[in-house]
């Protein structure tokens, strides 16, 4: 009796001649088989955690013996989908079977960084919902932290095809950047909800979501960093039905503005018009807080109405709401006045608003699901809860233009921990490309102690410019042994590697060279090599001395080397004499010639002639003589 009685009631969307429901949509994009490169649409699931604003690169895996992934994925616990790929695992799953947010609980579990749903039909994308609440017996729902999307039948098939053939890694890039507006500096959104607590897990869920989130909402709306509006959904009664006493009871203004009745059972307890009305009244809260520039104070009040006044405990109502507006000091008679007459057979400003923003306008489509939130015009797909929410708000800003709560530690997505977020790192340093934002993460090589990394990011990163020997041989190779260290980096190269002197390999890996065996050196008669770390030693035969230039032996004691080398030592002290005398009797000469000229010059006049070829020769040391005059 109940059900055709609840029939009564219309939601305004339903009877709208363009009622439609958006299909929220992120992009994929295949990088890899190169035959495969393409871009496709794909739509957001409604639970866990889209990317919003950001992107995810990662690698196909597909499961064979678990397609549709409602078992879990345990039977393998340490590697359950056979890839060699160190990036992101991203599992394809077949629809059906079981429910769409099972599938992605098992998935995650395994390891999997999102998961993609393949339609088993063709049809246009459809938004995979979360079931009720008989279904989630175990909270998983809530613990769904990854992203998940639906996609067509055809791009699914063609995708698990080139996975299962496994020539090489299916590398997808899922993008959300475009999935949220972010035209300016300020965000517009607005909640759609409900006052009434007493309808089960979504009631709990939009509370609880109102509690956790309305710190951040607070500072984002004290900073002028956001714009919210708190929407209510209303229903109306169908003319003919006006009188009937269900819609009296489920109804105020005549049958204008109704809501089902909480407890689904007419008569006894609380019935719709108490919900309406609660629900007008906050409204009303935010209208009246707002014209005085405190629109914040409606999730105050709201949270506070929640706590003292739930319906589960009998306490929703009239005098109980009226207490909460005082002890936060909002005006009580300016919000009885914004509610009006409930009795009056007039429509009511704030009510009538509440409907026609109902419809869907431009890219927001119709709000038919409670609780909704719409972020930039857009509805927002994935888990009510706070630093999911938060993300796609940030993401909602134009870039640059975050305030700084989108930049704080609180919206680190830690997805960095879980492989390094399938990105560079280097095992020996821990340096790595990956890079915790609110967009998700991002792979760029990092600058790190003052020496900045360069490289696509993912596969590799190299330390580059002045100071990256210092850090960890700059990626090259290096080796300590004996006591000595030795490596293939150099300062004197701005970028690359090189094995050293002795050392072969791609500078990233340098084995010692071992002359002896190669041929390289050591090829006198008789000599006996022997390979050392970075060298080699060489013995020649009998007393021989090795000369290692030359790569020949030479006589050590034999009287003709020795007198040769005294030969030489003598020739070479010989003409070190020479010079030196020759140098000193040349200096000493003209000292000599200059000094007697001077003294000369003080007693007998030189003619004219000698002295200027002396001022020619020697000009310095005649002024110094001539100054003693
Ligand atoms: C993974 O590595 C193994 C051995 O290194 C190789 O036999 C196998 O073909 C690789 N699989 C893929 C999918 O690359
Ligand atoms: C709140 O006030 C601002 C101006 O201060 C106005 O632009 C905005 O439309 C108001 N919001 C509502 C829901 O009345
Ligand atoms: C609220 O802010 C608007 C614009 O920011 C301003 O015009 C208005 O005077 C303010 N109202 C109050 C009560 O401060
Ligand atoms: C590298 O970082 C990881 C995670 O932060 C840590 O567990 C590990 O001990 C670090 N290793 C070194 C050598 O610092």
């Avoid at 160190?86 to 394809?92: D, E, W, Y």
């Avoid at 999307?149 to 997808?172: H, M």
Wanted: charged residues 25%.
């Amino acid at each position: 009796m109940s059900r055709s009685l609840l029939g009564v009631l219309f939601c305004v969307v339903l009877v709208s001649v363009n009622g439609r429901f958006v299909v929220e949509k992120e992009s994929i994009r295949v990088l890899s088989p190169y035959k495969l490169r393409s871009k496709h649409d794909a739509a957001i699931g409604n639970f866990g955690v889209p990317e919003y604003g950001g992107s995810m690169v990662g690698s196909m895996v597909y499961s064979h013996q678990n397609s549709y992934a409602c078992k879990p994925f345990d039977e393998e616990k340490k590697q359950p989908f056979k890839t060699n790929s160190t990036r992101l695992h991203i599992l394809i799953v077949d629809r059906g079977e079981c429910f769409f947010a099972l599938k992605v609980w098992n998935a995650q579990q395994a390891g999997a960084a999102a998961v993609l749903v393949t339609d088993d039909r063709d049809e246009p994308l459809i938004t995979m919902e979360s079931p009720g609440e008989s279904a989630d017996a175990d909270g998983y729902i809530d613990k769904i932290g990854i992203p998940s999307a639906l996609i067509d039948r055809s791009f699914g098939e063609t995708l698990k095809a080139a996975v299962q053939k496994a020539e090489e890694d299916v590398v997808i890039k899922l993008d959300w950047r475009e999935s949220m507006p972010n035209p300016d500096q300020r965000v517009e959104y607005e909640f759609w909800t409900n006052s009434n607590d007493e309808c089960g897990i979504r009631c709990d869920e939009q509370m609880n979501f109102v509690k956790d989130f309305k710190g951040h909402a607070q500072i984002l709306e004290k900073g002028g960093y956001t714009m919210f509006t708190p929407h209510y959904i209303t229903w109306f009664c169908p003319a003919p039905f006006i009188l009937s006493d269900q819609c009296k009871s489920q109804c105020i203004n005549h049958g204008r503005y109704c809501a089902p009745d909480p407890e689904k059972n007419f008569g006894t307890g609380y019935q719709g018009k108490d919900v309406v009305f609660e629900n007008l009244r906050q409204l009303c809260v935010h209208r009246v807080a707002n014209e005085s520039n405190k629109s914040w104070v409606w999730w105050d009040f709201v949270t506070d109405f929640h706590i003292r006044c739930s319906m589960k405990e009998k306490r929703y109502s009239k005098e109980c709401a009226e207490d909460v507006l005082k002890s936060l000091n909002l005006p009580i008679e300016k919000i009885k006045d914004c509610m009006g007459d409930p009795e009056a057979d007039v429509e009511n400003d704030v009510l009538k608003i509440e409907q026609d923003r109902q419809v869907g306008r431009g890219s927001r489509g119709d709000v038919t699901i409670l609780p909704t939130l719409v972020i930039n015009d857009v509805q927002y797909r994935g888990k009510l809860e706070r630093t999911a929410v938060l993300k796609a708000l940030c993401a909602g800003f134009q870039e640059t233009t975050e305030p700084p709560i989108c930049l704080s530690g609180d919206m680190e997505t830690n997805q960095c921990l879980e492989r390094n977020g399938g990105c560079w790192r280097d095992s020996k340093s821990n340096i790595t490309a990956c890079k915790d934002t609110f967009r998700g993460r991002v792979c760029e090589c990092p600058v790190a102690n003052g020496v900045q990394y360069k490289g696509d990011g993912y596969m590799s990163c190299e330390a580059f410019g002045p100071g990256r020997c210092a850090i960890n041989s700059g990626g090259c190779w290096s080796e300590t042994k004996y006591g000595q260290t030795l490596s293939a980096c150099s300062d004197s190269d701005i970028t690359g590697c090189r094995c050293p002197h002795g050392f072969q390999g791609d500078g990233h890996k340098c084995e010692d060279i071992n002359e002896c065996s190669e041929g390289l050196a050591c090829q006198c008669e008789g000599c006996s090599c022997k390979n050392t770390w970075g060298g080699y030693g060489c013995k020649c035969k009998g007393e021989k001395l090795y000369i290692m230039e030359q790569d020949t032996c030479i006589e050590r004691n034999s009287t003709k080397f020795g007198w040769f080398l005294a030969l030489l030592i003598l020739g070479a002290v010989v003409s070190a004499a020479f010079a030196g005398y020759i140098f000193y009797k040349y200096r000493f000469r003209s000292y000599m010639d200059s000094e007697v000229m001077a003294i000369m010059s003080q007693y007998m006049p030189l003619d004219s002639q000698h002295h200027n070829q002396v001022t020619q020769h020697e000009n310095g040391s005649l002024r110094q003589g001539s100054s003693g005059v």
